[in-house]
Structure formats: structure tokens, C-alpha cells
Nanobody, 124 residues
Framework: QVQLVESGGGSVQVGGSLRLSCAASGYAFSTYAMGWIRQAPGKGREFVAAISGSGGNTYYPDSVKGRFTISRDNAKNTVYLQMNSLKPEDTAIYYC?????????????????WGQGTQVTVSS
């Protein structure tokens, strides 16, 4: 069965960096786009980044463009999210997810399998 396991969350000060990882198993990893979606307390899920199956294409919303970088290693069945210049508004639970639609999967509803999430807290 499909499994997605995130790691790398934690607490960091404003302006700091974190790198999230997501290990995937149970399906043909390189065939599908992957994404990161976050959910802040009391808010809905927000798309953060997506990457195509080959890794050749990426997509970001304006809120994180230039600060976050998504990448993947298909040999390791792992997707990453490098987050730089973090802001308090980046505080959320971050989920990696497997896309069910063609690239770019830019909404939470475009994903069919999700990890358990990892907490990211940015303090000033």
C-alpha cells in the first residue's frame, strides 16, 4: 500500500531554514508528481510546492516562491522541501502528498495519498 512518511520538521527562528523529507513506498514513485501542502491552526490546507515525476518541473504559489525549493531523488523514492527565510506565517503542519492529476497539481484536492504531517514552527 502507499505510504508517505515525512521528517525534518521542528522549531526555528524567523529567517532560519529547515529541510523536510518525505519517503514514499508502495507505488511507482517516479510516475507521479508530488507536492507539499500545509495547514496552519484554524485554517484550511494550503498548497506549497509541486514537482513533476521526473523532477524537471516545479511549481510554487507566490507566498513561498523564491524561499522554498522542492526536489526529489527518484533513486531513493524521496521528495524534499528546502525552506529558507522562514516567517511566522509559515508555521503549520506540512504534509507531503502523491498527486492524482497531471502536473501541476496546485490544489489540495489534486492529491490522493498523504503523509501524517510534520510540524514546522517559526518564532520571532
Amino acid at each position: 500500500q502507499v505510504q508517505l512518511v515525512e521528517s525534518g520538521g521542528g522549531s526555528v527562528q524567523v529567517g532560519g531554514s529547515l529541510r523536510l523529507s518525505c519517503a514514499a513506498s508502495g507505488y511507482a514513485f517516479s510516475t507521479y508528481a508530488m507536492g507539499w501542502i500545509r495547514q496552519a491552526p484554524g485554517k484550511g490546507r494550503e498548497f506549497v510546492a509541486a514537482i513533476s515525476g521526473s523532477g524537471g518541473n516545479t511549481y510554487y504559489p507566490d507566498s513561498v516562491k523564491g524561499r522554498f525549493t522542492i526536489s526529489r531523488d527518484n533513486a531513493k523514492n524521496t521528495v524534499y522541501l528546502q525552506m529558507n527565510s522562514l516567517k511566522p506565517e509559515d508555521t503549520a503542519i506540512y504534509y507531503c502528498a502523491k498527486a492524482k492529476v497531471p502536473f501541476p497539481p496546485a490544489q489540495a484536492r489534486d492529491y490522493d495519498y498523504w503523509g501524517q504531517g510534520t510540524q514546522v514552527t517559526v518564532s520571532s
